[in-house]
């Protein structure tokens, strides 16, 4: 399903919430393979990885530890919010006790979609949202974008996410201007399509493979405002945009980090 990016792991030997399966982490394990083994070792790797050994495998190829991020389903969402903030994650498992047995019950799913979805229906000041642009307000992040071509085989994108710690990269045509962009997503739906020992095809015809529920690649400028940022995002569920100028130049990227960060002081 499009949007899904991570979702919680279960320890049936001690009957405990264990962590989070996302998207950024897969794709780090198969750069990781794809850099030091040969192709057919490392689809061979790829596809044994067994969930119960997960946890030591990303301790041990990468510098970020498996996530245990949660909440107890009666914290506030201000609190929530301030605890998603202050890491790299877009969502956390809400993760109660069993009074029987004393052992985790997950029970749901909170994602920083839901929460400004929430915001967006709720927050009564509508003025104030329409008083400010993206620029004055300082949301996203501008300059120094990586950005790829076309051609750019799906691997070499890969490794940008992996080395620049991002999770979209615009692509451009030859003016430089945006015609699309590939995420992290655009990978699960070629490994749901068995395509690993395809990851040197090029971007443009990975693209192709989007399922039809896809949101779409949406755009918009520093001048717009935080009101019509969120109208977009509740009507598409996107997890970012891309900001452009008046040639669709890409200028910056607005994550749902960024826009939730506005609504939550420190």
Same mark, same amino acid.
């Given at each position: 399903m499009a949007g899904i990016d991570s979702t919680p792991m279960w320890d049936s030997?001690?009957?405990a919430y264990a962590g989070m399966l996302t998207t950024t982490d897969l794709v780090n394990l198969i750069q990781y393979y794809y850099a030091n083994f040969s192709l057919t070792e490392a689809l061979d790797n790829l596809n044994g990885i067994q969930l119960d050994n997960y946890q030591e495998l990303l301790k041990r190829y990468r510098s970020r530890t498996t996530n245990t #991020?949660?909440?107890?389903?009666? &914290? /506030?969402?201000? $609190?929530?919010?301030?605890?998603? +903030? =202050?890491?790299?994650?877009?969502?956390?498992? #809400?993760?109660?006790?069993?009074? &029987? /047995?004393?052992? $985790?019950?997950?029970?749901?799913? +909170? =994602?920083?979609?839901?929460?400004?979805?929430f915001m967006a229906m709720n927050f009564t000041e509508r003025k104030l949202l329409k008083q400010y642009s993206l620029y004055d307000l300082n949301i996203g992040t501008y300059g120094n974008l990586v950005t790829a071509k076309e051609d750019m085989p799906v691997i070499e994108i890969i490794k940008l996410f992996v080395e620049n710690n991002i999770s979209v990269?615009?692509?451009?045509?030859?003016?430089?201007?945006?015609?699309?962009?590939?995420?992290?997503?655009?990978?699960?739906?070629?490994?749901?399509?068995?395509?690993?020992a395809n990851l040197d095809m090029?971007?443009?015809?990975?693209?192709?493979?989007?399922?039809?529920?896809?949101?779409?690649?949406?755009?918009?400028?520093?001048?717009?405002?935080?009101?019509?940022?969120?109208?977009?995002?509740?009507?598409t569920q996107l997890q970012r945009?891309?900001?452009?100028?008046?040639?669709?130049?890409p200028q910056g990227v607005i994550?749902?980090?960024?826009?939730?960060?506005?609504?939550?002081?420190?």
């Open positions: 030997e001690i009957s #991020l949660c909440a107890n389903p009666l &914290e /506030t969402i201000y $609190d929530i919010s301030r605890r998603l +903030l =202050s890491t790299d994650y877009s969502a956390l498992a #809400l993760v109660d006790e069993d009074k &029987e /047995t004393g052992g $985790d019950v997950v029970v749901s799913m +909170l =994602s920083i979609y839901q929460i400004l979805n990269v615009p692509i451009l045509n030859d003016e430089g201007a945006v015609v699309n962009a590939f995420a992290e997503s655009d990978i699960m739906q070629l490994i749901r399509e068995g395509l690993l090029p971007v443009s015809k990975a693209i192709e493979h989007r399922p039809e529920d896809y949101p779409g690649v949406h755009t918009c400028k520093s001048t717009d405002t935080l009101f019509s940022v969120l109208g977009i995002i509740r009507k945009l891309i900001v452009v100028d008046d040639d669709t130049i994550t749902l980090s960024d826009v939730l960060r506005a609504f939550i002081s420190e």
